[in-house]
Nanobody
Framework: QVQLVESGGGLVQPGGSLRLSCAAS????????IGWFRQAPGKEREGVSC????????VYTDSVKGRFTISSDGAKNTVYLQMNSLKPEDTAVYYC?????????????????????WGRGTQVTVSS
């Protein structure tokens, strides 16, 4: 069964850190690019970051550059999103998704339609 499972979310104070994990089962991430998305209440889902597990190339949305780091561990078939200096506006449900284009990230990486598989999400709340 093909599955992506996110974990690592929670409640953190502003300025704090969290590391999200996206674990794949039923397929290997080596043949995909993996994107992280988030959706806050009342807002559209937005692309946060994407990594090519083939060559490790990465992209980030401007609002998280310098604060978030995406990485992958092929042995664990898992992609991570390290989130530092968290702000209240980072509060959202975070999702990971798999794009069957390993040489990515594509220029269209923010387009949710290019992703074949999605996880169910993990809640991140940044609040004092």
């Amino acid at each position: 069964q093909v599955q992506l499972v996110e974990s690592g979310g929670g409640l953190v104070q502003p300025g704090g850190s969290l590391r999200l994990s996206c674990a794949a089962s039923g397929f290997t991430l080596d043949y995909y690019s993996i994107g992280w998305f988030r959706q806050a209440p009342g807002k559209e889902r937005e692309g946060v970051s994407c990594i090519s597990t083939y060559d490790g190339s990465t992209v980030y949305t401007d609002s998280v550059k310098g604060r978030f780091t995406i990485s992958s561990d092929g042995a664990k078939n898992t992609v991570y999103l390290q989130m530092n200096s968290l702000k209240p506006e980072d509060t959202a449900v975070y999702y990971c998704a798999a794009d069957p284009y390993p040489w990515g990230p594509r220029s269209s990486w923010r387009d949710s339609q290019i992703y074949d598989y999605w996880g169910r999400g993990t809640q991140v709340t940044v609040s004092s």
